[in-house]
């Protein structure tokens, strides 16, 4: 039985790509959620200026400091939370 190499490299290349999500122009990508069930959304950079948003980074820093455990931006919130914000800044 003999192992195929080449097909292998390529499927795992396939899903690094599959893995990791372009994000577009203007955004940012940021964690959201609590304890290990955290789950990754892109926000436009607009957001970050905003007052109620820059109270979620506040609390991002006194949690996690500049050492955010996923190597992005995670906000310590439900996601409930972060969906009721969101909708609030894009009126």
Same mark, same amino acid.
């Given at each position: 039985?003999?192992? *195929?190499?080449?097909?292998?490299?390529?499927?795992?290349?396939?899903?690094?790509? *599959?893995?990791?999500?372009?994000?577009?122009?203007?955004?940012?990508?940021?964690?959201?959620?609590?304890?290990?069930?955290?789950?990754?959304?892109?926000?436009? %950079?607009?957001? %970050?200026?905003?007052?109620?948003?820059?109270? %979620?980074?506040?609390?991002?820093?006194?949690?996690?400091?500049?050492?955010?455990?996923?190597?992005?931006?995670?906000?310590?919130?439900?996601?409930?939370?972060?969906?009721?914000?969101?909708?609030?800044?894009?009126?």
């Amino acid at each position: 039985m003999a192992i *195929r190499f080449p097909s292998m490299l390529s499927h795992a290349k396939q899903i690094l790509a *599959r893995n990791q999500q372009v994000v577009p122009k203007g955004h940012v990508p940021v964690y959201v959620g609590e304890q290990a069930d955290k789950k990754r959304y892109v926000v436009p %950079l607009s957001y %970050l200026s905003h007052p109620t948003f820059q109270q %979620l980074l506040q609390r991002a820093e006194e949690e996690f400091g500049f050492d955010h455990p996923m190597g992005c931006l995670t906000i310590p919130c439900t996601t409930e939370t972060f969906f009721k914000l969101t909708s609030e800044l894009k009126c």
